[in-house]
């Protein structure tokens, strides 16, 4: 049964493609290839990080609830985006969604002082990976999971015209 309500495909997407994305996170975290896990940086947006360090278990749940919220909301704009100009390419149009969205978050959260800045270089490509990573998949599953009446329909290749639903030859009878 495929989702046919824009916001609820964006959500679902979203938080599905929210999971492989953050296990990476979480991985280079734990290897110490970067300093900062979403989870802590979307925490950041509610508490400072003194209370962060008070509070680790409160800080924790605020933190998965703002990421995974986000990753909603990153999904639908996904899903409008598909919805808008079509399917075609959604690996893409998720990735560039995706990476708008990195540059917001992980650049403009540090600049504005709302968020710590990565004392590791790395932290930034990585988490570019991660945004890349997150688009895709949530391009693809989109696609894959969306009901067909949300998408405008595909252009032919060979034309670039859109398909036509009839025929429109003209039929003459022996009256004419």
């Known amino acids: 049964m495929k989702i046919r309500d824009s916001i609820m495909l964006g ?3 979203g938080m599905l493609a929210g999971f492989p994305a953050r296990f990476t996170n979480t991985t280079t975290y734990k290897l110490g290839l970067t300093d900062r896990k979403y989870g802590q940086m979307a925490a950041s947006l509610f508490l400072p990080t ?21 990753c909603g909301i990153i999904g639908v704009l996904v899903a409008n985006v ?37 004392r590791k270089p790395l932290s ?5 990976g991660d945004h890349v990573l997150f688009g895709a998949l949530c ?21 670039g015209l859109k398909p036509l ?11 004419q």
């Open 11 to 13: 959500v679902t997407a």
């Open 50 to 70: 003194k209370k962060q360090k008070v509070h680790p278990r409160e800080a924790q749940i605020v933190g998965f609830l703002a990421d995974y919220i986000n």
């Open 82 to 118: 598909l919805a808008k100009t079509g399917r075609d390419r959604a690996i893409l149009k998720g990735v560039g969604v995706a990476a708008l969205a990195w540059m917001a978050l992980y650049g403009l959260t540090t600049r504005l002082k709302v968020a710590p800045p990565s």
């Open 124 to 128: 930034s490509i990585l988490s570019f």
């Open 139 to 159: 391009g693809l599953i989109a696609d894959k999971i969306g009901h067909d009446s949300l998408f405008p329909p595909q252009r032919s290749k060979t034309t």
């Open 165 to 175: 639903s009839q025929a429109t030859t003209p039929s003459y009878s022996a009256s």
